[in-house]
């Protein structure tokens, strides 16, 4: 039997990432929504997703899937461009009519040809993700006359990861590679990683206002409030605030205290191995 459409509202969103960078979609997400409960899985076990195969990729986000559907979630985020990329289409096919699925890649390529028709856009992100051409294509789809200019940042995600921003080590090899010649003459940039918010005051510094930096999290929000007001799926306000979910598939120490950086907040990580 269907639930009902009040049962339905108050269903979970599902968030899932290749480790806690996908926590910065999720603050975003608790931001414009804050009566939705978040049920958050990092595979902290297989990470970094940029440099792992598709089919790798697909494996662990089905796996994933299963577990966010057993939670009960209404809609799953995929918060990692490299899955978005790889595992889009095949997980929305495994979760069927269960729940709805978004991804990250489609608001942003949407945001970036009404904002930046007929003007020279660059992107980062991982190998994955730049490698797949899926920003180019369905870029070039929109026929808006953006010029995309892509590269591979592959340091910056396990740079992020082992806590290494605001610091000389990460402004020298975040200089490097934005001085690379792929990037010359954009007016924007994009940062298709779920972890390049956090050294986007950094991107900022290097570009000295020239450059409009566009931390991708806050547009996927507005993409998923908006999503769940046009299906009649938003949580009605509540007198107390959701408790969120977080799982991460391996557990260290270091990782509990990168979420309270990632999430803006004291998060109790929960371990769930994928493989057992």
């Not at 929305?92 to 390529?109: C, F, M, Q, T, W």
């Not at 040809?113 to 993700?129: D, M, S």
Request: proline letters at 4%; aromatic letters at 8%.
């Amino acid at each position: 039997m269907a639930p009902s459409p009040v049962t339905l509202t108050r269903r979970p969103i599902g968030v899932f990432d290749s480790g806690i960078g996908g926590l910065t979609v999720a603050r975003a997400v608790n931001r414009v929504l804050p009566h939705e409960q978040l049920v958050y899985f990092g595979d902290t076990a297989h990470l970094p997703y940029g440099d792992k195969s598709t089919a790798a990729i697909q494996a662990y986000s089905i796996k994933i899937c299963d577990l966010l559907l057993r939670q009960h979630c209404k809609v799953i985020l995929i918060a990692c461009n490299s899955a978005s990329a790889a595992a889009y289409e095949l997980v929305r096919e495994y979760v069927g009519s269960k729940a709805r699925v978004l991804n990250v890649i489609d608001p942003i390529v949407a945001h970036i040809g009404e904002t930046y028709a007929h003007r020279t856009v660059g992107l980062i992100g991982t190998k994955q993700t730049v490698h797949s051409n899926v920003y180019k294509k369905k870029i070039d789809d929109l026929d808006a006359g953006v010029e995309l200019r892509s590269l591979a940042t592959p340091l910056l995600a396990p740079m992020i990861e082992e806590g290494f921003f605001n610091n000389t080590i990460s402004d020298n090899i975040i200089r490097a590679y934005l001085s690379n010649p792929a990037l010359a003459g954009i007016e924007a940039l994009v940062l298709a990683c779920t972890h390049y918010p956090l050294i986007q005051a950094q991107i900022n510094d290097f570009y000295q206002s020239h450059v409009a930096v566009l931390d991708a999290s806050d547009v996927v929000a507005n993409h998923v409030k908006a999503y769940l007001s046009a299906n009649q799926l938003a949580a009605a306000a509540a007198a107390a605030a959701p408790v969120h979910q977080f799982y991460v598939s391996d557990f260290t120490r270091s990782f509990e205290e990168s979420t309270r950086i990632f999430f803006g907040q004291e998060v109790h990580l929960e371990h769930y191995p994928l493989w057992e």
